[in-house]
T-cell receptor, first 111, second 110 residues
Framework: DGGITQSPKYLFRKEGQNVTLSCEQN?????MYWYRQDPGQGLRLIYY???????QKGDIAEGYSVSREKKESFPLTVTSAQKNPTAFYLC??????????FGPGTRLTVL | QKEVEQNSGPLSVPEGAIASLNCTYS??????FFWYRQYSGKSPELIMS????GDKEDGRFTAQLNKASQYVSLLIRDSQPSDSATYLC??????????FGTGTRLKVLA
């Protein structure tokens, strides 16, 4: 069963905590992306990775960190430095410079 | 000026009518254009991709691209209540980055 999986579906964070969102794909795609979506707004790029062991900051990278140690995995850590992390987080992948496909998303709430 | 602009709507159309969704973009070197449908609380799903000027049809959906006017549109024929969703326009330039519009909310009235 091919596709992109994200876990958990819902995540609650206390003030000052770091949390890590998982993203895994078995589509053999080279590029992977993390977006944040706030209510009534479009998708804003946090980080993206074109190949293993390489990633670039997007438009709103402050307070976030990523790693790309394996082709199929691109975890996102929301650090305590991110002051307003409550949002819907979407992971996507693409086979190079082509269509992006999205995972089901993780909804993060700060308590 | 936003890089990708869409009217936020809501755009209301009666069932069976044609829904027309529009998107303009600012970067002239943009190469690839995508329409995604997003239901409330769900992730975006790809509807159409278009790369060259003209029309591209897939079932009830037609994407139209005019690079000279920096304009891309999505037509939905025979609109159904199940088409009610937010439609996101996305543009990719010469890099791996995709720029998304804020989306147009479509309501199909039964």
């Amino acid at each position: 069963d091919g596709g992109i999986t994200q876990s958990p579906k819902y995540l609650f964070r206390k003030e000052g905590q770091n949390v890590t969102l998982s993203c895994e794909q078995n589509l053999n795609h080279d590029a992977m992306y993390w977006y944040r979506q706030d209510p009534g707004q479009g998708l804003r790029l946090i980080y993206y990775s074109q190949i293993v062991n390489d990633f670039q900051k997007g438009d709103i990278a402050e307070g976030y960190s990523v790693s790309r140690e394996k082709k199929e995995s691109f975890p996102l850590t929301v650090t305590s430095a991110q002051k307003n992390p409550t949002a819907f987080y979407l992971c996507a992948s693409s086979p190079g410079r082509d269509t992006q496909y999205f995972g089901p998303g993780t909804r993060l709430t700060v308590l | 000026q936003k890089e990708v602009e869409q009217n936020s709507g809501p755009l209301s159309v009666p069932e069976g009518a044609i829904a027309s969704l529009n998107c303009t973009y600012s970067d002239r070197v943009s190469q690839s254009f995508f329409w995604y449908r997003q239901y409330s609380g769900k992730s975006p799903e790809l509807i159409m991709s278009i790369y060259s000027n003209g029309d591209k049809e897939d079932g009830r959906f037609t994407a139209q691209l005019n690079k000279a006017s920096q304009y891309v549109s999505l037509l939905i024929r025979d609109s159904q209540p199940s088409d009610s969703a937010t439609y996101l326009c996305a543009v990719r330039g010469g890099t791996y980055k995709y720029i998304f519009g804020t989306g147009t909310r479509l309501k199909v009235l039964a």
